[in-house]
């Protein structure tokens, strides 16, 4: 019945390990600081997205963007 006890050792052992692992501070900051950089990586996205033409064009009827090769705006129908 030896191996049980290797069993249990390593069964708590890695309880120990996930409790500690998610209550430090360290991948809790980290945790910030991705949510951080994804923000950031939305509001370049968006930036990106408005500057570059390409493909998309914004209706002048409604305001919303339709893609360059279908030609019509998918809000309201006229031609871009
Ligand atoms: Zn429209």
Redesign the pocket.
């Known amino acids: 019945m030896e191996w049980l006890w290797l069993v249990g050792f390593v069964v708590v052992a890695g309880g120990i390990g996930l409790i500690a692992g998610s209550g430090t501070g360290g991948s809790r900051e980290e945790l910030r600081a991705r949510g951080r950089w994804d923000q950031a990586f939305e509001i370049e996205s968006r930036r990106i997205r408005q500057t570059d033409a390409t493909g998309v064009l914004r209706?002048r009827?409604?305001?919303?963007n339709?893609s360059e090769r279908a030609g019509r705006?998918p809000?309201?129908?006229?031609i871009l």
Do not use: E, K, L
């Open positions: 209706c009827s409604c305001g919303a339709g705006c809000r309201c129908g006229a």
